[in-house]
C-alpha cells in the first residue's frame, strides 16, 4: 500500500526541471552579474553555504522578504525533504511520533544554539528578528544537541549594531488582519549596543464560522517583544545577552469537519462469530463513550461551506513563552572558546467543543437506544433527551534549561576540531480530559455502569470527566562531543566526528477513565524511570575539484533516547517504553557553481538505515482511543534533493527547490486494533484478523513523508519612474502522503496539492521605504495538510486545512 510517484507527479517534475534548463540555455553570459554569498553555521563556525559538506537549505531576511516567507508552511514548501504539520516536523521521514510527554523530537531546534522542543517559534513574529533560518538534513549529533537525528533547524538572531538603525512594519491584509512591528539597533556605550523589537499580529476575522452564533474561529493573534545586549568586554572577548517573551493567546478554529455526520442510531450489536453482544445501545463496539451525533436532523454545516460549524462552546489557545539566551565568546589567535546558556518557560492551555455540535441540534434520544432488546435506557433513568455539552480541555508546562562549552580551534597546520560540553535539563507536565457537562447525560453514564464488569465502576459525576490524565517527566541529558577536520591536501579535507550522549527521563503520571479501574480507588498513579547512552560518529571526506566545484560525502550514525507512552490508561500499574533509535546514514552531495557565478547548483543523496525507529500508532486502550508509538524493527529511506538559484538575465532571478523521498518499513508488525472501529468492520467484526493480528508493515511508507515536492520562484527586478520595482511569483507542490504507518487508502491517505503566491513592492532609490502588495494561494484552494483517523466514538474525521487565499499591502520604512 505505498505511494509510488504517479504519472503526473514525474511530468510535473520533469516540466518544471525542463522549463529550468531551458531558461538558463536562453540566457547570455555576463560577468558582472554575480549571486551573492550565502554565510551559514550549519558547521558551528561561518562558512560558505556553497562550501559547506551537508545538506543544509538557508532563508536570510532579504529573501523571506521577497519571496514572503512568514511562517512554518511557507518555509517546508520550499526546503527538500521537509514536511511540518501541527505540533511535528519531519525531515526525510523522521520527526516527532507524538507530542505527548515521554517522546522527543527527531528534528532539533536551535535558536541561536539553544536546543527547544517546541515548533511555536514559527509563529512568534513573522521572524523579524531572526536574520537567517538555516534547515539542515541528517544526522548532526557530533555537533549539535539533543536528538537530532533527523537534522536541524538553526534559528540565527540579528545581532546589535555599531550604528543606529531599524525598521517600521506596517500591515493591513483581508480577513481584517494587520501587523504593526519595529525594530530598532545601536550602540549604547563604545563597548555596548542594543536591539530592541516588538511586534503584534492580529486577525480578528477567522478561516472559520459560526453559522448560528456568528463568532469566528480560527483566528490569529501574536504579541512578541525582544531586547539584546552585545558588550565588547575586551579586545577579544565579548558577551551578549537576549531576552524575548511571546503571548499567543487567542481563538483557534474548532476541528475542521468535512464529512457527514453519523446520526444514525446505534443498534445492540453482537460478535458475527461468537454472538458476543459488543456494545450498549448508542456506542460503537468497544467503545466507552456514546456517540452524541446520534438522531440530529440537521447536516453538518461544512457540506455546504467547509469553513462553517455550529457549536455551543468558544475554543480558546493561551501560549505563552519567556526566554533567556546568554553567550559569552573569547576570541584567541589560535583558539574559540564558546559558552552559551538558554534558559525558556513554555505555558500551553487550549480547549475547544468536542460534541461538535450545539446542544439545540442534538437528538440523543435514550428511547430510541436499548440496554437490551426490548428494555430502552430512558426507562432505567427517567431521561430521554441529554444533549452532550463535551469540552476537551489540554495544558502543558514546560521548563527547559541548557549549558554548553565549546572550544573551536584555529591552527595554523592541516588539523582543526571543534569540542564541546553539553548539559540539558527539562521539566515538564501535561494534562488531558474530556469533561462532559450536562449533569443528565453523566447521570445516565452512572446508570450503564452498573451493568458492566462487577460494577458499580466509578464515574465521576462531581466533576464531569470521562477521561483525565496528567503527567510530569524530568529529562536530564549530558553529552561530549568533537569533530576534526584533517587537510590531507590542499583540496581534500578528512572529517572525523564522536559523541557520548547519556539520557535520563524521570516521569510519572495518572489517569482515570469511566467504567474502567477499581470503583474504590479509581485513579491509577504510575511512575517509570530510564536511562540510556550511546556513542555516534561521523566520517567524512570533501573535496575541491576549484573554486566553483565541491563534493563531499559521508557516512554517519544518528541516535534517539527512549522513552515512554504516559497517560495511556491501560489498566496495569506499568508504563509502556519505548527503545532508543538508531540510524546509519550515507550521503553524496555535490555543490557546483556556472555561467560565470550566475547559478548555485546543490544536490544531495542519502541512504538510511533505522534500527527501532520509533513510529506513531492510533490505537484504543480501555475504550479511550489515544496515540501511542512504538517501535518499527528495520526501515530504510533513500532520497535524491536538488536547489537551484540562477540569475537569468539582469534583474531575473530563478530558483527552485526538489526532493524525491522512497520510505519503507522493512521489517515490522503492529496491531491496528483501531481498524475493526472504522467503517463497516465496526458492524459486529470485532473480532477480524485485521484488527486482532498484527499486520505485516514491510513495504509500507513512512508517514507524513510525500514520494515528490517542488517549488520554484522567479523574481524580477527594475528600476521605473524613480523606483525599484520588485515582482515575484512562486509555485508550491506536494505530493499525497499518508498519516499513518498503516497507509490504509481509505483514513490515512493525504491528496496532493499546490499554491500560487505573487507579491509586487516598489520602493525608493535610497531604500527608506518601501510598500509591498501580496496576494497567497491564489487559486483560493483550502487544502488538507494534516488530518486524524475517522473518531471511534463519532466517526469524525478532524482535518487541518491550508489557508485561503489572503491579500494585504505593508509599508516599510527603513531608517
Same mark, same amino acid.
Given at each position: 500500500?505505498?505511494?509510488?510517484?504517479?504519472?503526473?507527479?514525474?511530468?510535473?517534475?520533469?516540466?518544471?526541471?525542463?522549463?529550468?534548463?531551458?531558461?538558463?540555455?536562453?540566457?547570455?553570459?555576463?560577468?558582472?552579474?554575480?549571486?551573492?554569498?550565502?554565510?551559514?553555521?550549519?558547521?558551528?563556525?561561518?562558512?560558505?553555504?556553497?562550501?559547506?559538506?551537508?545538506?543544509?537549505?538557508?532563508?536570510?531576511?532579504?529573501?523571506?522578504?521577497?519571496?514572503?516567507?512568514?511562517?512554518?508552511?511557507?518555509?517546508?514548501?520550499?526546503?527538500?525533504?521537509?514536511?511540518?504539520?501541527?505540533?511535528?516536523?519531519?525531515?526525510?521521514?523522521?520527526?516527532?511520533?507524538?507530542?505527548?510527554?515521554?517522546?522527543?523530537?527527531?528534528?532539533?531546534?536551535?535558536?541561536?544554539?539553544?536546543?527547544?522542543?517546541?515548533?511555536?517559534?514559527?509563529?512568534?513574529?513573522?521572524?523579524?528578528?531572526?536574520?537567517?533560518i538555516e534547515v539542515l538534513r541528517g544526522p548532526q549529533g557530533t555537533?549539535?544537541?539533543?536528538?537530532?537525528?533527523?537534522?536541524?533547524?538553526?534559528?540565527?538572531?540579528?545581532?546589535?549594531?555599531?550604528?543606529?538603525?531599524?525598521?517600521?512594519?506596517?500591515?493591513?491584509?483581508?480577513?481584517?488582519?494587520?501587523?504593526?512591528?519595529?525594530?530598532?539597533?545601536?550602540?549604547?556605550?563604545?563597548?555596548?549596543?542594543?536591539?530592541?523589537?516588538? $511586534? @503584534?499580529? #492580529?486577525?480578528?476575522?477567522?478561516?472559520?464560522? =459560526?453559522?448560528?452564533?456568528?463568532? &469566528?474561529?480560527? /483566528?490569529?493573534? %501574536?504579541?512578541?517583544?525582544?531586547?539584546?545586549?552585545?558588550?565588547?568586554?575586551?579586545?577579544?572577548?565579548?558577551?551578549?545577552?537576549?531576552?524575548?517573551t511571546r503571548d499567543g493567546s487567542t481563538?483557534?478554529?474548532?476541528?475542521?469537519?468535512?464529512?457527514?455526520?453519523?446520526?444514525d442510531f446505534i443498534p445492540i450489536v453482537n460478535d458475527v462469530e461468537t454472538g458476543t453482544q459488543l456494545n450498549f445501545g448508542g456506542f460503537f463496539p468497544g467503545e466507552s463513550f456514546v456517540n452524541t451525533l446520534q438522531g440530529m436532523t440537521r447536516d453538518n454545516p461544512a457540506l455546504r461551506n467547509e469553513k462553517d460549524v455550529s457549536i455551543d462552546r468558544k475554543p480558546f489557545v493561551d501560549n505563552e513563552r519567556d526566554s533567556a539566551i546568554f553567550i559569552?565568546?573569547?576570541?584567541?589567535?589560535?583558539?574559540?572558546?564558546?559558552?552559551?546558556?538558554?534558559? $525558556? @518557560?513554555? #505555558?500551553?492551555?487550549?480547549?475547544?467543543?468536542? =460534541?461538535?455540535?450545539?446542544?439545540? &441540534?442534538?437528538? /440523543?434520544?435514550? %428511547?430510541?437506544?436499548?440496554?437490551?432488546?426490548?428494555l430502552p435506557v430512558s426507562l432505567l433513568t427517567g431521561y430521554t433527551f441529554t444533549p452532550a455539552d463535551t469540552t476537551r480541555p489540554f495544558s502543558q508546562e514546560s521548563t527547559f534549561t541548557s549549558h554548553e562549552l565549546q572550544f573551536i580551534s584555529d591552527f595554523d597546520g592541516d588539523i582543526n576540531f571543534i569540542g564541546g560540553l553539553y548539559y540539558y535539563d527539562s521539566e515538564e507536565d501535561q494534562a488531558l480530559a474530556f469533561i462532559e457537562h450536562n449533569q443528565e447525560l453523566r447521570e445516565t453514564y452512572a446508570v450503564l455502569a452498573t451493568f458492566v464488569g462487577s460494577g458499580p465502576v466509578p464515574v465521576d459525576l462531581e466533576d464531569g470527566y470521562l477521561f483525565r490524565g496528567e503527567a510530569a517527566i524530568e529529562t536530564t541529558s549530558y553529552a561530549a562531543y568533537g569533530q576534526m577536520n584533517w587537510d590531507m591536501t590542499l583540496d581534500t579535507i578528512l572529517t572525523l566526528g564522536l559523541r557520548y550522549t547519556y539520557d535520563e527521563k524521570d516521569a510519572s503520571d495518572n489517569y482515570f477513565v469511566q467504567w474502567v479501574g477499581d470503583p474504590d480507588d479509581p485513579t491509577v498513579y504510575r511512575d517509570i524511570k530510564d536511562d540510556w547512552n550511546k556513542v555516534t560518529w561521523r566520517v567524512g571526506v570533501d573535496h575541491f575539484f576549484n573554486d566553483d566545484h565541491f563534493v563531499y560525502g559521508f557516512a554517519a550514525t544518528g541516535y534517539r533516547s527512549g522513552g515512554f507512552n504516559l497517560m495511556t490508561p491501560t489498566g496495569a500499574d506499568q508504563v509502556g517504553a519505548v527503545d532508543p533509535e538508531d540510524l546509519l546514514s550515507f550521503e553524496i552531495g555535490y555543490k557546483g557553481t556556472f555561467w560565470d557565478q550566475r547559478l548555485n547548483l546543490t544536490t544531495a543523496v542519502y541512504l538510511y538505515d533505522y534500527e527501532d525507529l520509533q513510529v506513531l500508532r492510533s490505537d484504543i486502550v480501555e475504550g479511550v482511543p489515544l496515540t501511542v508509538y512504538e517501535n518499527a524493527e528495520e526501515a530504510e529511506a533513500w532520497g535524491v534533493e536538488m536547489e537551484l538559484v540562477a540569475l537569468l538575465t539582469e534583474g531575473l532571478t530563478f530558483s527552485m527547490a526538489a526532493s524525491y523521498n522512497?520510505?519503507?518499513?522493512?521489517?515490522?508488525?503492529?496491531?491496528?486494533?483501531?481498524?475493526?472501529?472504522?467503517?463497516?468492520?465496526?458492524?459486529?467484526?470485532?473480532?477480524?484478523?485485521?484488527?486482532?493480528?498484527?499486520?505485516?508493515?514491510?513495504?509500507?511508507?513512512?508517514?507524513?513523508?510525500?514520494?515528490?515536492?517542488?517549488?520554484?520562484?522567479?523574481?524580477?527586478?527594475?528600476?521605473?519612474l524613480s523606483l525599484n520595482w520588485m515582482a515575484t511569483t512562486s509555485y508550491l507542490y506536494t505530493d499525497e502522503q499518508y498519516t499513518s504507518l498503516f497507509n490504509n487508502d481509505d483514513y490515512d491517505l493525504l491528496d496532493s496539492y499546490d499554491r500560487w503566491d505573487a507579491r509586487l513592492s516598489a520602493g525608493s532609490t535610497d531604500l527608506t521605504w518601501e510598500v509591498t502588495a501580496y496576494v497567497k494561494n491564489i487559486n483560493d484552494d483550502r487544502e488538507v495538510f494534516f488530518k486524524g483517523r475517522p473518531s471511534t466514538i463519532n466517526d469524525t474525521t478532524g482535518y487541518d486545512l491550508t489557508a485561503p487565499r489572503t491579500y494585504g499591502l505593508r509599508l516599510t520604512y527603513n531608517f
Open positions: 500500500m505505498r505511494t509510488r510517484m504517479n504519472a503526473n507527479s514525474k511530468k510535473r517534475l520533469a516540466l518544471a526541471l525542463a522549463a529550468a534548463t531551458a531558461g538558463l540555455a536562453a540566457s547570455a553570459a555576463s560577468a558582472q552579474m554575480v549571486l551573492e554569498e550565502v554565510v551559514v553555521v550549519a558547521n558551528r563556525v561561518e562558512s560558505n553555504l556553497m562550501e559547506t559538506a551537508t545538506a543544509v537549505t538557508a532563508f536570510d531576511s532579504g529573501m523571506r522578504d521577497q519571496l514572503g516567507i512568514e511562517n512554518a508552511q511557507d518555509i517546508s514548501a520550499r526546503t527538500p525533504s521537509l514536511t511540518i504539520a501541527p505540533s511535528r516536523i519531519s525531515i526525510r521521514g523522521i520527526g516527532r511520533p507524538t507530542v505527548a510527554l515521554g517522546s522527543d523530537p527527531g528534528v532539533g531546534l536551535y535558536w541561536d544554539g539553544v536546543y527547544n522542543t517546541e515548533n511555536d517559534v514559527f509563529s512568534y513574529s513573522n521572524f523579524l528578528d531572526i536574520d537567517r555537533l549539535y544537541g539533543r536528538n537530532s537525528i533527523g537534522g536541524a533547524i538553526n534559528f540565527i538572531s540579528k545581532q546589535p549594531t555599531q550604528e543606529w538603525g531599524g525598521k517600521i512594519v506596517a500591515e493591513l491584509g483581508n480577513y481584517d488582519s494587520y501587523i504593526l512591528q519595529g525594530i530598532a539597533s545601536g550602540p549604547v556605550t563604545d563597548k555596548l549596543s542594543v536591539l530592541a523589537a516588538l $511586534s @503584534k499580529i #492580529e486577525r480578528k476575522e477567522g478561516f472559520q464560522q =459560526d453559522v448560528d452564533s456568528g463568532r &469566528d474561529y480560527d /483566528l490569529a493573534e %501574536s504579541t512578541y517583544g525582544t531586547v539584546a545586549f552585545t558588550h565588547d568586554t575586551t579586545d577579544r572577548w565579548s558577551n551578549s545577552l537576549k531576552v524575548y481563538t483557534p478554529e474548532n476541528p475542521y469537519v468535512l464529512d457527514a455526520f453519523s446520526t559569552s565568546d573569547y576570541d584567541a589567535d589560535s583558539f574559540a572558546l564558546k559558552y552559551t546558556f538558554g534558559y $525558556s @518557560k513554555f #505555558e500551553y492551555a487550549s480547549d475547544y467543543d468536542a =460534541d461538535l455540535i450545539r446542544a439545540e &441540534d442534538s437528538g /440523543l434520544d435514550w %428511547s430510541q437506544l436499548e440496554l437490551a432488546p426490548g522512497d520510505t519503507e518499513y522493512k521489517d515490522f508488525s503492529s496491531v491496528d486494533n483501531e481498524a475493526c472501529s472504522l467503517g463497516p468492520l465496526r458492524e459486529g467484526n470485532s473480532q477480524d484478523l485485521l484488527c486482532t493480528e498484527a499486520q505485516d508493515l514491510a513495504g509500507n511508507s513512512f508517514p507524513l513523508t510525500p514520494e515528490t515536492s517542488f517549488s520554484a520562484n522567479l523574481i524580477y527586478d527594475w528600476e521605473m
